[in-house]
């Protein structure tokens, strides 16, 4: 069974930094296309940043700002989150793509006050 456990987030003023991780079980980590999605409330779901291989993209709203990694040995990416700003508040979502089906994980809340 494919899951994925999120942890990380909370709560920070604006300005600050968060770290969020996503570990994943029950699936050959390195073959997953894995991705970060974001929920503002009364928002739909955005993408925040996907990461193939070696290559990552970036929403532009948080391009500069935020960075991703994957560690495959460990089967966990880690999402670093710096000069947080109040409209990153949202619940962020690790979401899994493999071969072609997709789990998402259970959301972490972000927080960020002015």
């Known amino acids: 069974q494919v899951r994925l456990v999120e942890s990380g987030g909370g709560s920070v003023q604006s300005g600050g930094s968060l770290s969020l991780s996503c570990t994943g079980s029950?699936?050959?980590?390195?073959?997953?296309?894995m991705s970060w999605y974001r929920q503002a409330p009364g928002k739909g779901r955005e993408l925040v940043a996907g990461?193939?291989?070696?290559?990552?993209t970036y929403a532009d709203s948080v391009e500069g700002r935020f960075t991703y990694s994957r560690d495959d040995a460990k089967n966990t990416v880690l999402p670093q989150m710096n000069n947080l700003k109040p409209e990153d508040t949202a619940v962020y979502y690790c979401?899994?793509?493999?071969?072609?089906?997709?789990?998402w994980g259970q959301g972490t809340q972000v927080t960020v006050s002015s």
């Open positions: 979401y899994a793509n493999v071969a072609q089906r997709g789990t």
């Open positions: 029950g699936f050959i980590f390195s073959h997953a296309v």
């Open positions: 990461n193939v291989g070696v290559t990552t």
